[in-house]
T-cell receptor, first 117, second 113 residues
Framework: NAGVTQTPKFRVLKTGQSMTLLCAQDMNHEYMYWYRQDPGMGLRLIHYSVGEGTTAKGEVPDGYNVSRLKKQNFLLGLESAAPSQTSVYFC????????????????FGPGTRLLVL | KQEVTQIPAALSVPEGENLVLNCSFTDSAIYNLQWFRQDPGKGLTSLLLIQSSQREQTSGRLNASLDKSSGRSTLYIAASQPGDSATYLCAVGFSGSARQLTFGSGTQLTVLP
């Protein structure tokens, strides 16, 4: 299994450009997440999905949109990139073992480094 | 606001030393607490997950404890090795937002040979 993969690994954008980050998992996990990591601030949740066709907002959703058209894929879109969106973006996935969130370990992808000029 | 704090931000120890990393959180109503490891330029790897009903979890040289009443968790690393050098992140699943993990900013550990 490849686990969680992210495409691209690195991208440079100009302010106002748009792009889509792709996350794919081959573990048949129900839940998927997008985080951003900034220096000194840990990871912050952008959006998440509890199943195919569903999405929900996290802590910092503004400026981002997501879609979960297939169970194995979770897309993060930036419609009009801003320098404040320069960050490292991580995707993660998890599954339920029957006790809700109590035992859900999240599995992370390698990250996408995004620089917005 | 629910927050997770990790102090110190960086720690350097000689090889072989036992060490403790600290994590504190502002709300005792939690589902679970997880410790992750992050190597430079890499994603996060889950080390240990402690459910709210548990007091500790062990994996090899790692032992994580949880004290909900005081809002604290510790990650104990025994007989540290240079390969343990990484950033260690604590993440809490607070009740009411169980699938939204709140992360600390991490402790960057360097184990000197």
């Amino acid at each position: 299994n490849a686990g969680v993969t992210q495409t691209p690994k690195f991208r440079v954008l100009k302010t106002g450009q748009s792009m889509t980050l792709l996350c794919a998992q081959d573990m048949n996990h129900e839940y998927m997440y997008w985080y951003r990591q900034d220096p000194g601030m840990g990871l912050r949740l952008i959006h998440y999905s509890v199943g195919e066709g569903t999405t929900a907002k996290g802590e910092v959703p503004d400026g981002y949109n997501v879609s979960r058209l297939k169970k194995q894929n979770f897309l993060l879109g930036l419609e009009s990139a801003a320098p404040s969106q320069t960050s490292v973006y991580f995707c993660a996935s998890s599954y339920s073992v029957g006790q809700g969130a109590l035992q859900e370990t999240q599995y992370f992808g390698p990250g996408t480094r995004l620089l917005v000029l | 606001k629910q927050e997770v704090t990790q102090i110190p931000a960086a720690l350097s120890v000689p090889e072989g030393e036992n060490l403790v990393l600290n994590c504190s959180f502002t709300d005792s109503a939690i589902y679970n607490l997880q410790w992750f490891r992050q190597d430079p330029g890499k994603g996060l790897t889950s080390l240990l997950l402690i459910q709210s009903s548990q007091r500790e979890q062990t994996s090899g040289r790692l032992n994580a404890s949880l004290d909900k009443s005081s809002g604290r968790s510790t990650l104990y690393i025994a007989a540290s090795q240079p390969g343990d050098s990484a950033t260690y992140l604590c993440a809490v699943g607070f009740s009411g937002s169980a699938r939204q993990l709140t992360f600390g900013s991490g402790t960057q550990l360097t184990v000197l040979p």
